[in-house]
């Protein structure tokens, strides 16, 4: 009996189980149906919580599943999409749907390993439908550019047209078409098909970021405004996009509606400060001081006593500061400071001053108030941007790093930060390091125009141009109006032979009213025309310019003469200069390029007078000094030019160039501590001149024997590591010698000698440095040699040769 109630209740509790797995099922088929219900009724939010109530009955249910991801999917919510497709095919691999819709995505993610496991499953499922045709185009396309093969390229092309004539949403066909055209550089074409893309998803980040920056491309300033306040629309938190209609506005001197923009976006002056000061910057941009000063003076007024009133004051002093109010300017905000308690707003302010008094030759005053910023806060991230800077000039770059890397940590996507850091390891030597700092300046600044400029600026005299012209392609894009960028494009076109692209810059250049884009478009101009070797065409061009302007483009004038000299033709110059001169006789500038031409035909007298005329007329006039000068010491008259140079120092006692003649005429008279004196002065003026910087290195190592001489000479030297320059090279390769590294030395002191034979102290360091390192016979030669060419001299370098050869 008991046997029998057992197994009565084990086949009870058998049905029952069973029983309760058939509910489950049926309420999740419930709930699904409801959910087919209010699709039908176009109720998406309650189908879509009807199928999430599926799944906690049946997490298997496959219909629900692909339906709950398509919806998503059409939601835009790729994330919550792409994850309940995974969940499905983990259930069901062989699902094409959900294959297809997998690689779709990870194509828009750029996620090539997703899209070929995914799109390679879904071709091998469905081959002939639509969906997978346009990826297996997508991934045959990709295949193909990496192998570069050009014909397995123009044939994936081929499929992907021929999808998007049967369904032109395809977006993974499109995009091969896309980037086809990007590649041929046909931005027109391009920008149709985008315009296609945007038909079936119109809100579109990607492509209405693309959208813009062919509009960019193509110059069409009227559509690209309408496009970026499209996408500001779409993207109201985008910073970028933000900045890049600001640029817009000022680009095109809409300046009121640039300022009405900005007013919409700012806040109530009691309560946001950064936003209506934010329309303070424009305004004295774009305006005078005066309409900065009386915008403050309204926010200063409606802001009360409230916390931003301080700042308005401390800016307002700041506007009397830039206008020449200098000591006015830094009372007031003294003022602001001694009332106010300490705070990030004051902290703000006192790095404010610091930057006043660096101005104002102050830099005791301003280092301690960038010492009191740290002392209160010691992330504070501009302080230790300005004490880093300050530590770079002083040749203390590894501390200035320590400095940046603790402002990176509070403010990762400064790019500034980046771009100090890439001055601190530039001048620390490490060349690597420093383009990894500029690369990262330009990727956190979204391919700024500035960062992107001086990341361009390293790399054109490394010779690597197509890096810098990727990098200001992607700039322009952003900033197509941008007049250094083009610049800077036009010159490496020119330099590549690049003739279309070249005249493209030109054509844009011609378009901004702007004496500078003027004169950069008629360069470039006339650049295509000569590298084409058609010099005549390029002379009748400037000679119409200069026509055009009635002749009152002197820069036109003076390129024009410049080019006539540099294709020989040296008597029309000198015609045409005396034409200018007739209708300009007191133009400085083309009397000094009249000197110049007079000395090129060999007429020295006649142009020793023009010079000597000016500077009785003028004495200030640098050029004519200079010009005058390497005429005296041409025509051996080496004591006029030196007391030329004296006398011009005393007229222009903050000439860089005149004391640097002075300091090197003291180096070869062998007066060496009276030139490092100078040479010192120019560097503490200005540590970034690295010709200045090599010299005193040089002068430091040779000339003086104490170790701490020989720890700043080092210092100083670092920044010519990797340098192709001989001068630098022997520099830096003596140095090393002494600091007892002689491997290192000779890999700098052997170019350096082969490439100046004629220097004789260049080739007594490599000979001391030969000798100690056992190689006799080359060192044997390298010294005789030195001592031989120069038997008089009683330079250091003489002793040390002489000693190495006796030891030997």
């Given at each position: 009996?008991?046997?029998?109630?057992?197994?009565?209740?084990?086949?009870?509790?058998?049905?029952?189980?069973?029983?309760?797995?058939?509910?489950?099922?049926?309420?999740?088929?419930?709930?699904?149906?409801s959910a087919?219900?209010?699709?039908?009724?176009?109720?998406?939010?309650?189908?879509?919580?009807?199928?999430?109530?599926?799944?906690?009955?049946?997490?298997?249910?496959?219909?629900a599943?692909?339906l709950?991801?398509?919806?998503?999917l059409?939601?835009?919510?790729?994330?919550?999409?792409?994850?309940?497709?995974?969940?499905?095919?983990?259930?069901?691999?062989?699902?094409?749907?959900?294959?297809?819709?997998?690689?779709?995505?990870?194509?828009?993610?750029?996620?090539?390993?997703?899209?070929?496991?995914?799109?390679?499953?879904?071709i091998?499922?469905?081959?002939?439908?639509?969906?997978?045709?346009?990826?297996?185009?997508?991934?045959?396309?990709?295949?193909?550019?990496?192998?570069?093969?050009?014909?397995?390229q123009?044939?994936?092309?081929?499929?992907?047209?021929?999808?998007?004539?049967e369904?032109?949403?395809?977006?993974a066909a499109?995009r091969?078409v896309?980037d086809?055209?990007?590649?041929?550089?046909n931005?027109?074409?391009?920008?149709t098909?985008?315009?296609?893309?945007?038909?079936?998803?119109s809100?579109?980040?990607?492509?209405?970021?693309?959208?813009g920056?062919?509009?960019?491309?193509l110059?069409?300033?009227d559509?690209?405004?309408?496009?970026?306040?499209?996408?500001?629309?779409?993207?109201?938190?985008?910073?970028?996009?933000?900045?890049d209609?600001?640029?817009w506005?000022?680009?095109?001197q809409?300046?009121?509606g640039?300022?009405?923009?900005?007013?919409?976006?700012?806040?109530?002056?009691?309560?946001?400060?950064?936003?209506?000061l934010?329309?303070?910057?424009?305004?004295?941009?774009?305006?005078?001081?005066?309409?900065?000063?009386?915008?403050?003076?309204?926010?200063?007024?409606?802001?009360?006593?409230?916390?931003?009133a301080?700042?308005?004051?401390?800016?307002r002093?700041?506007?009397?500061?830039?206008?020449?109010?200098?000591?006015?300017?830094?009372?007031d905000?003294?003022?602001?400071l001694?009332?106010?308690?300490?705070?990030d707003?004051?902290?703000?302010?006192?790095?404010?001053?610091?930057?006043?008094?660096?101005?104002?030759?102050?830099?005791?005053?301003?280092?301690e108030?960038?010492?009191?910023?740290?002392?209160?806060?010691?992330?504070?991230?501009?302080a230790?941007?300005?004490?880093?800077?300050?530590?770079?000039?002083?040749?203390?770059?590894g501390?200035?790093v320590?400095?940046?890397?603790?402002?990176?940590d509070?403010a990762?996507?400064?790019?500034?930060?980046?771009l100090?850091?890439?001055d601190?390891y530039?001048?620390?030597?490490?060349?690597a390091?420093?383009?990894?700092?500029?690369?990262?300046?330009?990727?956190?600044s979204?391919?700024?125009?500035?960062?992107?400029?001086?990341?361009?600026?390293?790399?054109?005299?490394?010779?690597?141009?197509?890096?810098?012209?990727?990098?200001?392609?992607?700039?322009?894009?952003?900033?197509?109006?941008n007049?250094e960028?083009?610049?800077?494009l036009?010159?490496i076109?020119?330099?590549?032979?690049?003739w279309?692209?070249?005249?493209g810059?030109?054509?844009?250049?011609r378009d901004?009213?702007?004496?500078?884009?003027?004169?950069l478009?008629?360069?470039?101009?006339?650049g295509?025309?000569?590298?084409?070797?058609?010099?005549?065409?390029?002379?009748?061009?400037?000679?119409?310019?200069?026509a055009?302007?009635?002749?009152?483009?002197?820069?036109a004038?003076i390129?024009?003469?410049?080019t006539?000299?540099?294709?020989?033709?040296?008597d029309?110059?000198?015609?045409?200069?005396?034409?200018?001169?007739?209708?300009?006789p007191?133009?400085?500038?083309?009397?000094?390029?009249?000197?110049n031409?007079?000395?090129?035909?060999?007429?020295?007298?006649?142009?020793?007078?023009?010079?000597?005329?000016?500077?009785?007329?003028?004495?200030?006039?640098?050029?004519a000094?200079?010009q005058?000068?390497?005429?005296?010491?041409?025509?051996d008259?080496?004591?006029?030019?030196?007391?030329?140079?004296?006398?011009?120092?005393?007229?222009?006692p903050?000439?860089?160039?005149?004391?640097?003649?002075?300091?090197?005429?003291?180096?070869?008279?062998?007066?060496?501590?009276?030139?490092?004196?100078?040479y010192?002065?120019?560097?503490?003026?200005?540590?970034?001149?690295?010709?200045?910087?090599?010299?005193l290195a040089?002068?430091?190592?040779?000339?003086?024997?104490?170790?701490?001489?020989?720890?700043?000479?080092?210092a100083?030297?670092?920044?010519?590591?990797?340098?192709d320059?001989?001068?630098?090279?022997?520099?830096?390769?003596?140095?090393?010698?002494?600091?007892?590294?002689?491997?290192?030395?000779l890999?700098?002191?052997?170019?350096?000698?082969?490439?100046?034979?004629?220097e004789?102290?260049?080739?007594?360091?490599?000979?001391?440095?030969?000798?100690?390192?056992g190689?006799n016979?080359e060192?044997?030669?390298?010294?005789?040699?030195?001592?031989?060419?120069?038997?008089d001299?009683?330079?250091?370098?003489?002793?040390?040769?002489?000693?190495?050869?006796g030891?030997?």
């Open positions: 009996m008991t046997r029998i109630f057992r197994l009565i209740s084990a086949l009870g509790l058998s049905i029952f189980l069973l029983s309760g797995c058939q509910n489950e099922e049926e309420k999740a088929e419930g709930f699904y149906q087919l219900t209010y699709l039908g009724q176009q109720d998406v939010d309650r189908a879509l919580i009807e199928l999430r109530n599926v799944f906690n009955h049946d997490g298997y249910h496959k219909d599943r692909a709950y991801a398509r919806l998503q059409d939601r835009g919510n790729t994330t919550e999409a792409y994850g309940q497709y995974l969940r499905l095919i983990e259930q069901y691999p062989d699902i094409a749907e959900a294959r297809e819709a997998l690689a779709t995505m990870a194509l828009e993610r750029r996620n090539w390993d997703e899209a070929t496991r995914h799109g390679e499953a879904a091998a499922l469905d081959p002939t439908h639509i969906g997978t045709r346009a990826i297996a185009a997508a991934l045959n396309y990709r295949t193909a550019a990496l192998a570069r093969d050009t014909k397995a123009a044939d994936a092309v081929t499929d992907a047209r021929a999808v998007l004539d369904d032109p949403s395809q977006q499109r091969v896309i086809s055209l990007l590649v041929a550089e931005a027109e074409a391009a920008l098909e985008v315009d296609k893309v945007l038909e079936y998803s809100n579109s980040g990607e492509f209405n970021m693309l959208r920056q062919l509009l960019a491309r110059n069409r300033t559509e690209l405004g309408d496009q970026l306040r499209r996408l500001y629309g779409l993207f109201p938190e985008n910073e970028s996009i933000r900045n209609l600001i640029r506005y000022l680009s095109v809409d300046y009121k640039a300022e009405s923009f900005l007013r919409s976006e700012a806040g109530a002056p009691d309560t946001d400060a950064t936003g209506n934010t329309v303070v910057d424009l305004l004295r941009r774009t305006q005078d001081p005066e309409a900065a000063g009386a915008e403050l003076d309204r926010l200063i007024e409606a802001a009360g006593d409230s916390a931003p301080e700042l308005y004051r401390a800016i002093a700041s506007v009397a500061f830039d206008n020449g109010d200098r000591d006015t300017a830094i009372a905000i003294r003022a602001v001694d009332s106010a308690d300490a705070s707003q004051t902290r703000r302010i006192r790095i404010m001053l610091a930057r006043m008094l660096a101005v104002t030759d102050n830099p005791v005053g301003a280092r108030q960038v010492e009191q910023v740290l002392a209160e806060d010691p992330g504070q991230v501009d230790l941007k300005m004490r880093a800077a300050w530590l770079v000039a002083v040749d203390r770059p501390d200035a320590i400095d940046l890397r603790t402002a990176l509070q990762p996507r400064d790019s500034a930060i980046l100090l850091m890439a601190a530039l001048r620390d030597g490490s060349e390091l420093a383009q990894e700092r500029l690369s990262m300046a330009v990727q956190v979204e391919n700024g125009a500035a960062e992107s400029a001086t990341y361009a600026r390293f790399l054109i005299p490394r010779n690597r141009l197509q890096q810098a012209e990727t990098v200001l392609t992607s700039a322009r894009q952003r900033a197509p109006q007049i960028i083009l610049g800077l036009g010159e076109y020119l330099r590549q032979q690049k279309p692209q070249a005249q810059v030109i054509d844009v250049l901004i009213d702007d004496p500078q884009a003027a004169n478009a008629r360069v470039y101009q006339s295509i025309l000569l590298g084409q070797n058609r010099i005549d065409e390029g002379l009748d061009y400037l000679r119409a310019q200069i055009a302007d009635d002749g009152s483009d002197l820069g004038v390129q024009l003469v410049r006539q000299i540099m294709t020989g033709r040296v029309e110059a000198r015609s045409f200069a005396d034409a200018e001169l007739v209708k300009r007191d133009s400085i500038p083309l009397q000094l390029l009249n000197a031409i007079l000395a090129l035909q060999g007429d020295l007298a006649q142009a020793e007078t023009i010079y000597r005329d000016l500077l009785s007329r003028q004495p200030d006039i640098e050029p000094i200079l005058l000068q390497a005429l005296l010491r041409a025509t008259r080496t004591a006029e030019a030196e007391t030329l140079v004296e006398a011009g120092i005393k007229v222009l903050r000439s860089r160039r005149l004391r640097f003649l002075e300091a090197y005429r003291f180096e070869k008279k062998e007066e060496f501590e009276k030139a490092i004196t100078l010192e002065e120019l560097y503490e003026e200005q540590s970034s001149d690295v010709v200045v910087a090599n010299n040089s002068m430091l190592s040779n000339y003086r024997d104490t170790p701490e001489d020989l720890d700043r000479a080092y100083i030297a670092r920044r010519l590591t990797g340098t320059v001989p001068a630098f090279r022997d520099t830096l390769g003596w140095i090393l010698f002494l600091r007892g590294d002689t491997e290192g030395a890999e700098q002191l052997q170019p350096a000698a082969n490439a100046l034979p004629e004789t102290s260049v080739i007594a360091h490599l000979g001391v440095a030969l000798a100690a390192a190689r016979e060192a044997r030669d390298a010294l005789q040699r030195a001592l031989d060419m120069a038997p001299t009683d330079a250091a370098w003489k002793t040390r040769a002489a000693e190495a050869l030891q030997m």
